[in-house]
């Protein structure tokens, strides 16, 4: 008898554990189900866009950028990033765009100026940049031929000036 009874306790017992498994198993696929429908409303938002960095101070160095994005649900349509610019970019093509430069070119003696080309390395935050750009600047030192007579005269003529004077 007491072994029989022994025997019911057992089964009850794992009959118990047998339901209380099913159950977190259910609630377990329950919380499952409800995770694709949160993915789902995400993805009624839109992509960031993000503006140009715009520098705190300067030209360069630590600033700010705007983003945006759209959605009927979205919780958050702005938000403002810290972002920074490299002082060392050509800032004339956009601080947001890398280019790798060929070497200088030879210099033009009828513009006094010399070329090269750049071609684009990278735009960061999706910026617009131009392939390719051209930049020019000042050759060195030119050898001008102007008389070094002219100058003495000059001096000469200064001199005179201020003993007239």
Same mark, same amino acid.
């Given at each position: 008898?007491?072994?029989?009874?022994?025997?019911?306790?057992?089964?009850?017992?794992?009959?118990?554990?047998?339901?209380?498994?099913?159950?977190?198993?259910?609630?377990?696929?329950?919380?499952?189900?409800?995770?694709?429908?949160?993915?789902?409303? %995400?993805?009624?938002?839109?992509?960031?866009?993000?503006?140009?960095?715009?520098?705190?101070?300067?030209?360069?160095?630590?600033?700010?950028?705007?983003?945006?994005?759209?959605?009927?649900?979205?919780?958050?349509?702005?938000?403002?990033?810290?972002?920074?610019?490299?002082?060392?970019? =050509? %800032?004339?093509?956009?601080?947001?765009?890398?280019?790798?430069?060929?070497?200088?070119?030879?210099?033009?003696?009828?513009?006094?100026?010399?070329?090269?080309?750049?071609?684009?390395?990278?735009?960061?935050?999706?910026?617009?940049?131009?392939?390719?750009?051209?930049?020019?600047?000042?050759?060195?030192?030119?050898?001008?031929?102007?008389?070094?007579?002219? =100058? =003495? =005269?000059?001096?000469?003529?200064?001199?005179?000036?201020?003993?007239?004077?």
């Amino acid at each position: 008898m007491q072994q029989q009874q022994q025997q019911r306790r057992m089964f009850t017992a794992a009959l118990l554990a047998l339901v209380f498994i099913l159950a977190a198993v259910s609630t377990a696929e329950a919380g499952k189900k409800e995770k694709p429908e949160k993915k789902a409303k %995400k993805s009624d938002c839109g992509e960031w866009q993000w503006s140009v960095c715009v520098p705190t101070n300067g030209d360069c160095g630590l600033g700010t950028r705007e983003g945006t994005r759209t959605g009927a649900e979205c919780k958050q349509t702005t938000k403002t990033q810290k972002c920074k610019i490299p002082c060392n970019w =050509k %800032k004339q093509f956009g601080a947001e765009c890398k280019y790798q430069f060929q070497a200088w070119g030879e210099c033009d003696l009828n513009t006094a100026l010399k070329t090269r080309t750049g071609n684009l390395k990278r735009a960061l935050h999706n910026a617009d940049c131009q392939k390719t750009v051209t930049i020019s600047k000042p050759c060195g030192k030119l050898t001008k031929t102007k008389p070094q007579e002219s =100058k =003495k =005269k000059k001096k000469e003529g200064k001199k005179q000036e201020k003993m007239l004077d």
